[in-house]
């Protein structure tokens, strides 16, 4: 199992970015996939995820409006859409795989830094 992301960067206060994640070595459509996020010194929390279907898209609260996580199971790709980003929105941003039966995540990507500065 591997994912690779992309789409990070340095954007202003107000901008938007499209984070992707490619995965490979797993049937994608078959497992929940999430988005999370770490700040130096803070604990990880998960920003997003989506069902199998995608009919259910659970979110943060502090970005809920403003972040839609999407994916493309054709080409084993997920999305996470975010604008109208903030300066605490900056952070070092994963993609990964929920184990069904646990609930848990058992394979991360590599992660990717998005910073939000004027």
């Known amino acids: 199992v591997q994912f690779v992301e992309s789409g990070g960067g340095l954007v202003q206060p107000g901008g938007s970015l499209r984070l992707s994640c490619v995965a490979f070595?797993?049937?994608?459509?078959?497992?929940?996939l999430s988005w999370s996020r770490q700040v130096p010194g803070k604990e990880l929390e998960m920003v997003a995820g989506?069902?199998?279907?995608?009919?259910?898209?659970p979110y943060l609260a502090d970005v809920k409006g403003r972040f839609t996580i999407s994916s493309d199971n054709a080409n084993s790709t997920l999305f996470l859409q975010m604008n109208s980003l903030k300066p605490e929105d900056t952070a070092v941003y994963y993609c990964?795989?929920?184990?069904?039966?646990?609930?848990?995540?058992?394979?991360w990507g590599q992660g990717i830094q998005v910073t939000v500065s004027s």
């Open positions: 070595g797993f049937t994608f459509e078959n497992y929940w």
């Open positions: 990964a795989r929920v184990e069904p039966d646990s609930g848990r995540v058992d394979y």
């Open positions: 989506i069902s199998r279907t995608s009919r259910s898209t």
